[in-house]
């Protein structure tokens, strides 16, 4: 039994062997697989957008279009504050003309 026993083993030992050999070779195998493949990926070809060119057309519009509105914007502005001085003085000579009335001018 002990002669059975001592082939079993020995079968063990080189089966042990044997499937490390294996797992070395196929790791092998997929480490030449990897680099052939990240050899034949082709290289980055994104091409960068063109530069755009000065456009003197906009510039000069955006810069017109800010001038108008400016000038609207001021010409409103003064347009209430002439709008407050006429309702401030109507107030004024209607609160005066009440106060006459009520003392009987």
Known sequence: MSDAL??????????????????VALAA????????????KPACQHQAPPASQ??????????GVACVCSLAFALASIAI?????CATA????LRSLFRD????R
Do not use: M, Y
């Open 101 to 104: 009335i009520q003392k009987g």
């Open 54 to 63: 000065f456009d003197a057309k906009k510039w000069l519009v955006i810069g």
């Open 81 to 85: 504050a002439i709008g407050a001085c």
């Open 90 to 93: 109507c107030v004024l000579v």
């Open 29 to 40: 195998v997929e480490l030449a697989r990897l680099a052939q493949t990240q050899q034949e």
């Open 6 to 23: 001592a082939k079993a083993e020995a079968a063990a030992s080189e089966a042990a062997v044997n499937s490390a050999a294996v797992q």
